[in-house]
C-alpha cells in the first residue's frame, strides 16, 4: 500500500465534477435558497407558521419558474426531468420541509397527473399545478395499509347512470393517512382506490377528488383531519382524508392505462392486473428518484459541517506539546467521518447514473421494458441504501461534534428530525430491497411485473432457477480461481486493484443470490408454502439485494473515477472508491471469512488498508467537502461555516 497523501485538488474542480451538466440548474437554485425570499428565520418557528412559511416558499419557487422544469414544454414546463432532480437534490441542502411539500406538490401530485392522467388532465391541470395556485395531495396510503398499498380499500363505484364514480370510504382504517397538503393546503387528491365497474372489482386506478374549496372548506362527503405535530417535517401539513359517497366525473378517472367507457365497459391495455398496477406504480419511479437524491444532499450538509468543526476544534495532545491536537488528526475520528464521506460520493455519482438513465427512459418512445425494470429496481435500492445512509450519517456527525452538534443552531436536530422518514415514505426501505431481489431472482423477466413477493418463490424454483444457478456458479468459479491465482494473496499490494474489489463484491452478490434462489427451490420441491418459504428467506433475501446495490454503487464510482481526465482529481477520487470499496469489504468481513472468501490474514490487511486510506485522505477531507459547493447561508451551522 501507498502511504502518501493524494496530490492537492482545487475544491472548485471538485464542485464541477459534482455538479456535472446541471450546474447550471443547481447554482441557481443555491442562489435562490441563499436568497432572502427563502430566508429561514433564526429561530425554529411554530408549526402553523412553519406550515404559512413553506408554503410562502413553495410560492416564491413557483414564482421564479423552476418548479415546471419536469413538465413537458407544452403545458408550461421546460421538458428537462434530469434537470428538474438535480434541482430538487440541491434544494435538499436548505430546509427538508421546503423540500418535502414541493415532493408532494410537483412530484407526486403532479407527477401521478402527469404520468397516469391523459391529454384532457394535462391541458386542465398542470399549469395550475405548476404555479401551484392548485395545490394538491397525493392519497395512496391508509390507515390500514400502507406498505401494501394493491390492498387499500377506498373503493370508486362506477355508477352508469349518472355517468359518475363514487368515492367512498368503507370503514375507518380505510381512511387516507399521512397525505402531505391534506390537513390544510390541498384541493385536489390523486385518490388511489379500487375501482369497480359492472360489480367486478378492477384494481387500484388513481382518480382525481376535490377534497377542499377555495375557501379552505371541506368538500361535501370529504372529512379533513390534521395528523397532528410529527417528529420531524412540520412545515409540511400531514393529514387524514375520508369519503363519503363523494361524487366525481368518469373523467377523473386518470386513465393512461385503462378507460371505462359511458356505458360501464372497462378496458385496459395491459390485462394482467398485477402487471397494470406495479406499471403504474412503475411510471411514479421520479419520486423515489428524488427522495433517493434528496436524502444524499442531507448527507453532504451533515459530513460538511462535522468535518470543518473537526478540522478546527483540538481535543488533548501528546505530553510534550502545548498544543492540542485536532479531531481529524485522531485515527477514529477519521474512520468515524470519512468512510461515510467515501459513500456519499460513491452515492452521489450512482444517483447520477440513475437520473440520466432515467431521462433516456422517459424521453423513449419505446423503451425496451427489461430497461425500465431494471431502472425501477435500481431506484429502489439506491433510495433504500442512501436514506439509511443519511440517517447514520447525521447521527455520527452530531456525536463527532460533541455538545456543539446539540445545538438546534447547529442543525443536527433539524436534520436528524426531517430525514428519518426518508427510510419509511416513496416506499418503506425494507420493501423497496424485496423489489431489488425480486428483479435479481426473476432475472428481469417479463413476468417480473406480475409477480409479487410470494408468487416470485414458484418462479423462481420453476422457471428460472437454473439460468439464475449456473449464472452466478459460473461466476463464483472464474472469480475464485482468478483470486487463488494472484500472487502473494496475503499481502496487502493487490487491495488496491479495482478488479479485485470488484471480484469480491461480485462474489458476494452471486453467492448470495444462487443461495437464496437454491433455498427456495429447496422449500418449494419440499412442498412448503410459497409464503413460508419466502418468509424463512427474508433476512437472506435483503442481504441480497444489499449486496447487490453496494456492488452496483461502487461499480459506478468506478467507472466515473475513470472518465477522469485531470490527473490531481482522478488520483483523489481513485482513492476515495478504493475507501469505499474496503471500507463495504470490512465492514462484512466477518460474512466474507464465514464464507472461506478471505482469510483472517487478509481481512487484517483490510483493516489496515482502510486505516492508511483514512490517514491518506484526511489532508484532503475539509476541500472533500468545500467541493459539495453548499453556501454558507444555506449551511447556516455557525461551526460548519468556511474559515
Ligand atoms: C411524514 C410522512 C409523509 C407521508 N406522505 C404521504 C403522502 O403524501 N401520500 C401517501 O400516499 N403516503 C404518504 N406517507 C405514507 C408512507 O408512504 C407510508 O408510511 C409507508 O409507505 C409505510 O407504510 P406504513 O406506515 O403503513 O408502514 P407499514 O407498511 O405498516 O410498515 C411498518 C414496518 O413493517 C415492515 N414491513 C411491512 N411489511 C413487511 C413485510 N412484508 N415483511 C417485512 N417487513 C414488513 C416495514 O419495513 C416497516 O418497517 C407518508 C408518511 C409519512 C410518515
New binding site residues.
Given amino acids: 500500500m501507498t502511504t502518501a497523501a493524494p496530490r492537492q485538488v482545487d475544491a472548485a474542480a471538485i464542485q464541477r465534477l459534482l455538479d456535472g451538466e446541471h450546474a447550471e440548474i443547481r447554482a441557481r437554485v443555491r442562489a435562490l435558497l441563499a436568497s432572502e425570499a427563502l430566508a429561514r428565520p433564526a429561530e425554529p418557528l411554530p408549526p402553523a407558521e412553519y406550515r404559512r412559511k413553506v408554503l410562502e416558499w413553495a410560492q416564491a419557487l413557483a414564482a421564479e419558474g423552476g418548479t415546471g422544469l419536469g413538465f413537458p414544454e407544452e403545458f408550461g414546463g421546460m421538458g428537462d426531468v434530469a434537470g428538474s432532480i438535480a434541482a430538487f437534490e440541491t434544494l435538499a441542502l436548505g430546509d427538508l420541509s421546503l423540500l418535502v411539500k414541493c415532493g408532494?406538490q410537483f412530484g407526486?401530485f403532479g407527477g401521478a397527473v402527469l404520468h397516469l392522467g391523459t391529454r384532457k388532465h394535462h391541458e386542465r391541470y398542470l399549469r395550475q399545478i405548476i404555479s401551484l395556485e392548485l395545490p394538491g395531495?397525493?392519497?395512496?396510503?391508509e390507515t390500514g395499509h400502507?406498505?401494501?398499498v394493491q390492498s387499500v380499500e377506498t373503493t370508486a363505484t362506477y355508477d352508469p347512470r349518472a355517468d359518475e364514480f363514487v368515492v367512498e370510504t368503507p370503514h375507518p382504517s380505510a381512511r387516507k393517512d399521512?397525505?402531505?397538503n391534506a390537513a390544510e393546503h390541498g384541493r385536489l387528491a390523486a385518490v388511489f382506490a379500487q375501482l369497480i365497474v359492472g360489480g367486478e372489482s378492477r384494481g387500484v386506478h388513481a382518480l382525481l377528488v376535490p377534497i377542499r374549496g377555495e375557501d379552505g372548506r371541506p368538500c361535501e362527503g370529504v372529512e379533513l383531519s390534521d395528523c397532528g405535530h410529527?417528529l420531524g417535517?412540520n412545515g409540511v401539513d400531514?393529514g387524514r382524508i375520508s369519503f363519503d359517497a363523494v361524487r366525481v366525473p368518469r373523467e377523473a378517472l386518470l386513465d393512461r392505462y385503462a378507460e371505462v367507457s359511458a356505458e360501464g365497459v372497462y378496458t385496459s391495455p395491459i390485462e394482467n392486473p398485477n402487471r397494470r398496477f406495479f406499471t403504474m406504480l412503475g411510471t411514479l419511479i421520479q419520486g423515489r428518484v428524488s427522495v433517493c437524491g434528496g436524502a444524499i444532499s442531507a448527507a453532504k450538509a451533515a459530513q460538511t459541517i462535522a468535518i470543518r468543526h473537526a478540522d478546527r476544534r483540538r481535543q488533548f495532545g501528546p505530553p510534550d506539546s502545548d498544543e492540542e491536537v485536532l479531531l481529524l488528526d485522531y485515527r477514529q475520528h477519521q474512520r468515524r467521518l470519512l468512510p461515510g464521506l467515501a459513500k456519499t460520493y460513491a452515492l452521489h455519482f450512482t444517483q447520477q447514473e440513475l437520473i440520466a438513465e432515467l431521462e433516456r427512459t422517459f424521453s423513449a418512445e419505446d423503451q425496451p421494458e427489461r430497461e425500465r425494470r431494471e431502472i425501477e429496481a435500481r431506484a429502489a435500492g439506491l433510495k433504500a441504501v442512501a436514506t439509511w445512509h443519511a440517517v447514520e450519517v447525521v447521527q455520527t456527525c452530531r456525536e463527532c461534534c460533541g455538545g456543539a452538534g446539540y445545538l438546534s443552531e447547529n442543525r443536527f436536530g433539524e436534520l436528524h428530525a426531517d430525514i428519518d422518514?426518508f427510510t419509511?415514505?416513496e416506499?418503506?426501505n425494507?420493501?423497496l430491497l424485496q423489489l431489488v431481489a425480486k428483479g435479481l431472482l426473476t432475472d428481469y423477466r417479463d413476468q417480473f411485473g406480475e409477480l409479487d413477493p410470494i408468487e416470485t418463490v414458484g418462479f423462481v424454483a420453476g422457471q428460472v432457477y437454473e439460468t439464475v444457478v449456473e449464472r452466478s456458479a459460473v461466476r463464483e468459479i472464474v472469480q475464485r480461481l482468478t483470486d487463488d491465482l494472484i500472487p502473494g494473496r496475503e499481502d496487502e499490494h493487490d487491495l488496491l486493484d479495482r478488479d479485485y474489489q470488484l471480484g469480491l463484491l461480485r462474489w458476494r452478490e452471486e453467492h448470495m443470490i444462487s443461495g437464496v434462489a437454491r433455498r427456495l427451490k429447496r422449500g418449494i420441491d419440499a412442498g412448503e408454502e410459497a409464503f413460508d418459504v419466502f418468509n424463512e428467506c427474508?433476512d437472506h433475501v435483503i442481504a441480497t439485494a444489499r449486496a447487490h446495490v453496494d456492488r452496483d454503487v461502487f461499480e459506478a464510482f468506478a467507472r466515473t473515477v475513470g472518465r477522469i481526465e485531470d490527473p490531481a482529481l482522478e488520483e483523489l477520487l481513485s482513492r476515495l472508491c478504493d475507501l469505499y470499496a474496503l471500507g463495504t469489504i470490512e465492514a462484512d468481513r466477518a460474512w466474507f471469512q464465514e464464507h472461506g472468501r478471505i482469510s483472517s490474514t487478509r481481512a487484517k490487511a483490510i483493516t489496515r488498508a482502510v486505516n492508511t486510506l483514512c490517514a491518506e485522505l484526511r489532508a484532503a477531507a475539509p476541500t472533500l467537502v468545500d467541493g459539495f459547493g453548499i453556501p454558507d447561508a444555506v449551511l447556516r451551522a455557525p461551526i460548519g461555516l468556511r474559515d
Avoid: E
Avoid at 395531495?137 to 396510503?141: E, L, P, Q
Fill in positions: 408532494v407526486l395531495c397525493f392519497a395512496m396510503t400502507g406498505s401494501n399521512y397525505i402531505g410529527k417535517l400531514n422518514v419509511t415514505f416506499g418503506d425494507t420493501i427474508q
